[in-house]
């Protein structure tokens, strides 16, 4: 690090009656509702100005001032309704409060909060805000009087020596019998040599320390539980009473009692800078050492040192007034009561932890007390200087020192500790004049409290949800359905718009698709198109799903249909196939994949109880058509209902055949046949056999392909079976007879197929 410069620029000092810098604690949200939710802060001093803001993420989405009587010293509630400030819904939502107050040039003794301690050691302020207890304010008392002089007095209600905690109202709390202060789960009494608490320290997140100062038969230092409000000691070891000195097995673990310390940093990064000395009460420079420790998130230590500060050595000789502080710029500083400081007796004194030497030995200015102190971002420091009850406020950039206010204190003589609070306003305590007090710094900018993660707040957004009909777009039992939760529509946080894409249906040409967006799954609240269904007309036959898009900032609903699959129309074979008799009511439906070719696999079976063919020799012929749809078997006249939807053989009556049927023989199998709608069309004939069937709408033509049932007996032997295989009426293969009629094809060795109808 780069040796500090000192720029001064010296403030006018103007005296005068001031509250204290403003700023708001105690944040928290209560009762969130659909409409409305509560928010609860406090005020340390009265404001001028106090404004509530709303974020998501880093966009302010709401401002609200508050009125008058919401701006001085208190506790306030606030009810706000999302309705009347546009909050947006379905977000988490974070806030802050922004506070305004009266501004000072100088800095300001607050007089009437000087309060009397007999002994008091040690400041502390928590300042941050995620913290349970952000802004209270703690004091150290290491000993006390009996006279009723000193608030901590134990005929005053007090615990005496302790820690002693208010809120920045500086209203004291009490433990759990009643008292003022807490002992901290140690004993408390003015000839105690165990526990004589002083400097205190609070890390980055909120982890308490409370140095025992000079004394050989306690721990050096302790940690604060802040629920329970008792310490356990930080270093894990054996404690040598005579000389104060912690070790664990053959490791030194602290060096002695202790003078000086303080913390940086949080969790596993987390560091512990500490001045001890050995036996608590000598002087000698000799006996003084720093060490470094890097706790990290652990609660204990018990090993060796992480390192030894050596810039300090030797430098130390006033036990009762040391204050060690770490500068945030990878520096520390060392401060001790001198009178007449010299270069082995520093008053202060900086060092460049990285390289581990001194940097600035202050021998010019006279401390008294020791007092010492750097704001939570290290861009203030403050310390006592000089012998008129003096401190000096510096501000800090990049290590160098600026001087900003001068200014001396009517209650206090020395300064033992200072501490910054949220606002800048300054604590400190003076065991020479036995006092505790504060003075009002100046604050250029306003004080932004933001409040804790755990209440961040989220406007609850309505339930919306798609009815309409056919029911199948909308994942719903019902058409209509508004109590349907599988219609339910999502947030998209980028566009804010809602969406829902429901099932596939089948649609036809023509046909509409209605629905509206309603809200909580009730018709009360419901958007459509100037208060009707919103309507789409299905543009061709197929399956498709709808994507519905709803804005609910101005309650526009649109419908797309988005297709899954063309549908073409429907074809099937009437007729003896696949089992079938000659019926209106049944068929084989063909299958298509582009609406123009049509295309089934089918055996072509005469019924046994089928009547006889007109055209001798023909009774093996089984007879069908085709048909674009099939009637209802509960009408009353099927054929009449598909007259209109009938295709068969283009063919004219003969004297063998007056029905016209159209035969189709060996010699016009694979051949094109022409085809033609009519209310009463022609048949086609066609041998038994197993068949491709494929009609061609577009053009109007049929053909036929496959194999008929042949007699065996005449070709049997000119060759071998290599395979055979059984059909049944529908058309499925088995390698061995099903129950009833069977075709049985046989697979022969010279490449010809024979096929047979067999009952098992």
Known sequence: MKKLLLLVAMATVMLGVSAQNPYAYKLSTTDVSETSATFHYSLNAPATSVVLKFYNGDAEVGSITMPAEMIVAGDHSYIVNYADHNLPKGVELT?????????????????????????????????????????????????????????????????????????????????????YGYNCGMQSSASLVDWRPARMHISDDGRMFILSQRVNTGYPLYELNRETMTVSPVFEGTLDTSTGIVTNGDVQVAAGAGVGFDVIGSGDNLKLLMMTCTPANTTGPANYKTNEYDLGSAATWGEAPSRNITAFDGKAVNNAGINLCYDGNGGAWFSQWRGAPTANEPSYMHADLATNEADVVETSIYSRNGGMAFNADHTLMVRGEGYSKKF??????????????????????????????????????????????????????????????????????????????????????NAWDPANVNSEMSLDAQS?????????????????????????????????????????????????????????ETGTVRGVLNLVQAVYGKMYILGEVNGNSWSATEGVEMTTEDGKVYTANVLVIKPENAAPMLKANNNQYAYFSFSTKLADPSSSDPWG?????????????????????????????GQDLSLEYNTNPHAFRLAEGNYQIVLDKENMTMSVTGSTLTGIDDIEGAANVVSIRYYNLQGVESATPFDGMNVVVKQLSNGQKVVTKQMK
């Open 95 to 179: 806030w802050k409060m922004i506070v305004s107050g009266e501004k000072v040039t100088a800095p300001v003794e607050l007089t009437d909060k000087v309060m009397k301690f007999y002994s008091p050691a040690g400041v502390a302020v928590d300042v941050n805000p995620e913290s349970d207890y952000f802004g209270t304010m703690y004091l150290t008392e290491s000993s006390v009087s009996s006279s009723t002089n000193y608030f901590s007095t134990v005929a005053n209600g007090t615990n005496g020596i302790g820690l002693y905690a208010m809120d920045p109202r500086f209203n004291f709390e009490k433990d759990t019998n009643g008292k």
């Open 392 to 477: 000096v406020v510096y501000s800090v950039e990049n290590g160098q020192l600026t001087k900003l206010y001068e200014y001396s204190c009517s209650s206090f003589t020395g300064w033992n500790q200072f501490a910054f609070d949220y606002a800048n306003n300054l604590i400190a305590c003076d065991n020479v004049a036995e006092v505790f007090g504060m003075i009002q710094l100046p604050l250029a900018d306003d004080v932004v409290t933001p409040a804790a993660a755990k209440y961040n707040f989220t406007v609850p957004a309505p339930v919306y949800s798609v009815a309409g009909a056919p029911k199948e777009l909308f994942n719903a039992d």
């Open 496 to 552: 804010g718009l809602y969406t829902f894409t429901g099932g596939e249906a089948e649609l036809s040409a023509g046909s509409k698709v209605e629905f509206k967006v309603v809200e909580n799954h009730s018709w009360d609240v419901s958007y459509g198109v100037e208060g009707n269904n919103v309507e789409i007309e299905v543009p061709a036959d197929g399956i498709y799903t709808l994507t519905v898009t709803f804005d609910a």
């Open 641 to 669: 209902d598909i007259a209109s939807s009938r295709i068969g053989a283009v063919s004219e009556p003969s004297a063998d055949n007056p029905n016209g049927d159209f035969f189709i023989n060996g010699g016009l199998l």
